[in-house]
């Protein structure tokens, strides 16, 4: 047995860009010797801070930090009740914590530990919208002439924008959208791009859940002729049946799983090759232990795996991913958000961004630090953002 004990776990919350962040600090009994993890809920950031710092670190302290699969196995059930976004994304936190810690220890690259690079680098697509088709076309210009080969195309946001609501009197506030003006314009859009942009560039499209199921089955249909690279989470979790009518109708390759929190969803999925590419969110399933196991899921069903990548995932979780996607052989594509001034004087060691690849440094652990001081100058807000609070003409609230 180590030595080595878990001397403190602690949460640190910021906001450098106006985002809430959650990162997990976990020490240890050897001087200097520290990992960390990526917990981040953005819209529950408080409830997290509390899973880890009333429950997790005692729990944790005076454990052995290199025993991570026990630890994540007996943290796991240690509430009972388990899964869910908010004792996942903490279980996380720590977790990742481990890993990083592991690796320091070991002077190694997390990527080592899991058994070596099957690759220098991550492809990214990077994320593209306009106000109108236009602007969409010179924004996906724009990341063609940096190098970017995968480009997501949304117009007007998540659902769409500029359609004409009638709602009831006295409808309550919130994002409205008019979720058949939205999947009519989809493929009108895909027309005007691929005339403007040719085949050379993968594109990929997020319907977000927004429409009803049998329209998710139309619109994978009429987007056959646009060859998209996947389409992504054109159902919702509770809907995961419908996944069947789509394949048997349709060939566009469909990416699922950013609100996925436990195998029960994705594995009927993965192991009746219903979708193409598995996209969770690495901290909302509970860290970089089960996403290892699930990428050899999904690689024994010809599964590839593009990570959720936005910027309501912390560096520490952007490096966690790419650790995972070199490691991977059957890895497909990273969304990438892209990393700020700020973000990279907070968070030194990101990784770095060039010619549409994104590289993991290679320091031990996952390369990445935090300055605390610096991380305090950026509060987090607790107010709720308005894209969650959905609905469609007539006042009904629906799935963001």
Same mark, same amino acid.
């Given at each position: 047995?180590?030595?080595?004990?878990?001397?403190?776990?602690?949460?640190?919350?910021?906001?450098?860009?106006?985002?809430?962040?959650?990162?997990? @600090?976990?020490?240890?009994?050897?001087?200097?010797?520290?990992?960390?993890?990526?917990?981040?809920?953005?819209?529950?950031?408080?409830?997290?801070?509390?899973?880890?710092?009333?429950?997790?670190?005692?729990?944790l302290l005076g454990k052995d930090p290199l025993q991570i699969e026990d630890i994540w196995q007996s943290a796991m059930v240690s509430s009972y009740?388990?899964?869910?976004?908010?004792?996942?994304?903490?279980?996380?936190?720590?977790?990742?914590?481990?890993?990083?810690? @592991?690796?320091?220890?070991?002077? #190694?690259?997390?990527?080592?530990?899991?058994?070596?690079?099957?690759?220098?680098a991550a492809a990214v697509y990077r994320h593209a919208d306009g106000r109108d088709v236009q602007e969409l076309v010179e924004n996906v210009q724009?990341?063609?002439?940096?190098?970017?080969?995968?480009?997501?195309?949304?117009?007007?946001?998540?659902?769409?924008?500029?359609?004409?609501?009638?709602?009831?009197?006295?409808?309550?506030?919130?994002?409205?959208?008019?979720?058949?003006?939205?999947?009519?314009?989809?493929? @009108?859009?895909?027309?005007?791009?691929?005339?403007?942009?040719?085949?050379?560039?993968?594109?990929?499209?997020?319907?977000?859940?927004?429409?009803?199921?049998?329209?998710?089955?139309?619109?994978?249909?009429?987007?056959?002729?646009?060859?998209?690279?996947?389409?992504?989470?054109?159902?919702?979790?509770?809907?995961?049946?419908?996944?069947?009518?789509?394949?048997?109708?349709?060939?566009?390759?469909?990416? #699922?799983?950013?609100?996925?929190?436990?195998?029960?969803?994705?594995?009927?999925?993965?192991?009746?090759?219903?979708?193409?590419?598995?996209?969770?969110?690495?901290?909302?399933?509970?860290?970089?232990?089960?996403?290892?196991?699930?990428?050899?899921?999904?690689?024994?069903?010809?599964?590839?795996?593009?990570?959720?990548?936005?910027?309501?995932?912390?560096?520490?979780?952007?490096?966690?991913?790419?650790?995972?996607?070199?490691?991977?052989?059957?890895?497909?594509?990273?969304?990438?958000?892209?990393?700020?001034?700020?973000?990279?004087?907070?968070?030194?060691?990101?990784?770095?961004?060039?010619?549409?690849?994104?590289?993991?440094?290679?320091?031990?652990?996952?390369?990445?630090?935090?300055?605390?001081?610096?991380?305090?100058?950026?509060?987090?807000?607790?107010?709720?953002?308005?894209?969650?609070?959905?609905?469609?003409?007539?006042?009904?609230?629906?799935?963001?």
């Amino acid at each position: 047995m180590s030595s080595i004990t878990i001397r403190d776990v602690k949460t640190i919350l910021t906001a450098p860009e106006g985002i809430n962040l959650v990162v997990v @600090k976990v020490e240890t009994s050897e001087p200097g010797l520290y990992g960390l993890g990526c917990a981040t809920f953005t819209q529950r950031y408080l409830t997290v801070k509390t899973a880890v710092d009333e429950y997790l670190k005692p729990f944790l302290l005076g454990k052995d930090p290199l025993q991570i699969e026990d630890i994540w196995q007996s943290a796991m059930v240690s509430s009972y009740w388990r899964n869910g976004p908010v004792l996942n994304n903490a279980l996380s936190g720590v977790d990742m914590a481990l890993w990083d810690i @592991k690796g320091k220890l070991a002077g #190694m690259p997390v990527y080592q530990l899991l058994g070596g690079k099957c690759r220098e680098a991550a492809a990214v697509y990077r994320h593209a919208d306009g106000r109108d088709v236009q602007e969409l076309v010179e924004n996906v210009q724009f990341f063609k002439e940096q190098g970017v080969r995968y480009i997501r195309c949304q117009y007007g946001g998540y659902g769409g924008q500029n359609h004409k609501i009638q709602s009831p009197e006295n409808a309550q506030p919130g994002a409205y959208y008019d979720p058949d003006a939205y999947v009519r314009s989809v493929p @009108k859009m895909f027309d005007y791009v691929r005339d403007k942009v040719g085949y050379e560039i993968e594109l990929i499209h997020d319907v977000h859940e927004r429409v009803a199921p049998i329209e998710a089955v139309r619109l994978a249909k009429q987007l056959e002729p646009y060859r998209l690279f996947f389409l992504e989470d054109p159902l919702a979790p509770e809907q995961i049946e419908w996944f069947q009518m789509i394949r048997q109708q349709s060939s566009t390759p469909i990416a #699922m799983g950013e609100l996925f929190n436990n195998p029960r969803e994705w594995t009927p999925l993965i192991v009746n090759g219903l979708i193409d590419f598995i996209r969770v969110h690495i901290s909302q399933i509970g860290g970089l232990t089960p996403a290892k196991k699930l990428a050899s899921l999904c690689e024994a069903f010809s599964v590839r795996t593009a990570w959720h990548g936005p910027g309501d995932v912390s560096p520490v979780g952007h490096a966690a991913n790419i650790h995972l996607d070199v490691n991977s052989p059957n890895f497909g594509i990273q969304e990438w958000y892209g990393f700020s001034n700020i973000i990279q004087e907070v968070f030194p060691g990101c990784p770095e961004l060039r010619d549409g690849y994104v590289y993991p440094n290679d320091q031990p652990g996952f390369g990445i630090d935090i300055d605390e001081e610096k991380a305090a100058k950026y509060p987090c807000s607790n107010e709720l953002p308005r894209w969650t609070l959905a609905r469609i003409p007539d006042g009904t609230s629906v799935r963001p």
